[in-house]
């Protein structure tokens, strides 16, 4: 992960002496990171601050991995934060970090350990020039391939530096790979297992006895650093693909989950989408509760997991089709609506793996699961007594034969034009919405969440024809079944 790091403030000592002078005692890394998370813990700061969901579950066993000083692998399905968790570890270090200058692992200034650094600190003494690295800088990932090569992670012979004249047996030939330019910071390995098993034999010596060995190279090099994995639950087994010598030197395995509760769900929805429409926060309901029933349903293949990105997908797809109808119809504010989810089903579809038994029938399962979440949530905001006296009013206007037709394009002020003044809307739409402030394109979400409801609990009747539906009373079709029966 690259990043734009500050440029370091210009009073920071610039030499070994200057760096001494100012008191500065060496750390390791895990120590570094142990003092900064019982200073947080002693103030009652956030230690993984942006991730949620995991305050009461997943976040103390982190903590408490860290303080015993463990490298740990996460292990979740997809899309469970897995990576941001690691990242968000970043905090955890000082703002900056003093290295020999030049050097391409960071090497600490007193008691550098590479061959450059070593001639240099022999040379200068205390007149070694120190840079200074931003904590975003010292962190490493890099995502297990197949293609991976030891060369990657550990390093290789430069040809370069041999061609200009040095020896085969300089060290200062090698080209370091992406775990010791971590040295003294954080190193993260995504989807572990999918590493090749000479590749993970590689890693042994790095967690364990913190060196590397490249190629035939006489080389010692102690490394500075904190090594955490991510990894499937299926494939971390020795029955998967990895080996268990690896397993073994890790210090935790730490399990970690979708959101417990809906209302992570919503607050996780609403810290990670893009959304650039009005999603009123009833349809944030109905969309985690969808993907709820999702990651619950038997006809998807639960071993793969429904990421987050299944809901931050579906919440941006409705801004979408929110934006794209004001645009059509000119309404003033884009507002989403219950019926545009129906809408983007097909959209999602490849975010979800299904059951092999239910091939040809992906749609009309995530359509009914969505169905299913309407209604929940329906039953939630609006099946209460606050909301009586206006769905009483709405089954009686449609019981007069009147009939609501709606659409992908069909505006906000339409919808409200052709329901008409009903008693008990306002209230409702305050009820339902607390923290909106009132809107065409709000109050007519609320009577199509309405509509839908009252067709999902049989109340009224629906026909969905060429992509306009039309909402009716139950008691026109049973009229004319009797007078077919006549």
Known sequence: M??????PPSQLPATLAELLASGYVPRTVKAEMQENLLRRLREGLPTLPGIVGFEHTVGPQVERAILAGHDFVLLGERGQGKTRLIRSLIGLLDEWLPYVAGCEISDEPTAPVCARCRRMSAELGADLPIAWRHRSERYGEKLATPDTSVGDLVGDIDPVKVAEGRSLGDPETIHYGLVPRTNRGIFALNELPDLVERIQVALLNVLEERDIQVRGYSLRLPLDM???ASANPEDYTNRGRIITPLKDRFGAEIRTHYPLELEMEVQLIEQEAEIQAVIPRHLLDVVARFTRGVREST???????????FSIACVEELSGAALRRAAITGDDEPV???GDLIDIVPALRGKVEFDVTEEGYEDETLVLLARHAIADSWRTHLGGQRARPFLTHLVAWFDEGNTLETSDVMSSTGI??????????????SDVEPGMAESPGLAASI??????????TRRIDKDDAGGTVTYASSRVADDDDDEGGE
Request: no cysteine; aromatic share 2%; net charge neutral.
């Open 336 to 338: 989403a609506r219950v």
């Open 447 to 456: 009577v199509e969440l309405a509509a839908e409801g009252l067709w999902l």
């Open 2 to 7: 690259t990043s734009l790091a500050p440029a």
């Open 226 to 228: 904190m090594i955490v």
């Open 416 to 429: 409200l034009r052709a329901v008409g003044p009903i008693e008990g809307l306002g209230a409702v739409v």
């Open 299 to 309: 006809a998807i293949d639960q071993r793969s997991g429904v990421s987050a990105r």
